[in-house]
T-cell receptor
């Protein structure tokens, strides 16, 4: 398996523009997570899906952020309009717990998308 | 959510054993302890996980005392390639519907030649 795939790897845009980040989870994984990492705030969970359904979006910073998972192999994170403070590395991760309590702790992360909003 | 505390940074030399301790005083009965490693410009990578006593895999060992209020990640004979940030996480299983991980600030390990 190729692992979690994210695109683009780098994105530079201007304030006010719409940004769409994409993620392809590992095949067979039912859980998909979006994280954001900055120097100031570290690694933060934004939202996660189970079987394509959003379960917890309490980490989404504001209405400018939205995420979708139209099918089991694709998810998007959209920022509209983008602002300079959105500059960060955005990670997608997936996992497939086998049933035990501990299973969900092993998540597989993608390489991330480095977003710069000018 | 159980909060974790770990040193901000550590330095070591190649060939030495490195032990990184994490405190998690409020760990819940069903919580597991998990460690991740993150290299620059990469996503975090799962290293090891345990519930109590000792767990060992090909990469590291995890020591958990009986009270489970702390844990120690042990990296044997580190090399320059072990330079990374190491995160200690405690899984919150209070709500079985939640599958989220909470990352702290991590420990930045610098291995010198």
């Amino acid at each position: 398996d190729a692992g979690v795939i994210q695109s683009p790897r780098h994105e530079v845009t201007e304030m006010g523009q719409e940004v769409t980040l994409r993620c392809k989870p590992i095949s067979g994984h039912d859980y998909l997570f979006w994280y954001r990492q900055t120097m100031m705030r570290g690694l933060e969970l934004l939202i996660y899906f189970n079987n394509n359904v959003p379960i917890d979006d309490s980490g989404m910073p504001e209405d400018r952020f939205s995420a979708k998972m139209p099918n089991a192999s694709f998810s998007t994170l959209k920022i509209q309009p983008s602002e300079p403070r959105d500059s960060a590395v955005y990670f997608c991760a997936s996992t497939q717990p086998s049933g035990g309590l501990a299973d969900y702790n092993e998540q597989f992360f993608g390489p991330g998308t480095r977003l710069t909003v000018l | 959510l159980a909060k974790t505390t770990q040193p901000i940074s550590m330095d070591s030399y190649e060939g030495q054993e490195v032990n990184i301790t994490c405190s998690h005083n409020n760990i819940a009965t069903n919580d597991y302890i998990t460690w991740y490693q993150q290299f620059p410009s990469q996503g975090p990578r799962f290293i090891i996980q345990g519930y109590k006593t000792k767990v060992t895999n090909e990469v590291a060992s995890l020591f958990i005392p009986a009270d489970r209020k702390s844990s120690t990640l042990s990296l044997p004979r580190v090399s320059l390639s072990d330079t990374a940030v190491y995160y200690c996480l405690v899984g919150d299983t209070m709500d079985m519907g939640r599958r989220a991980l909470t990352f702290g600030s991590g420990t930045r390990l610098q291995v010198q030649p």
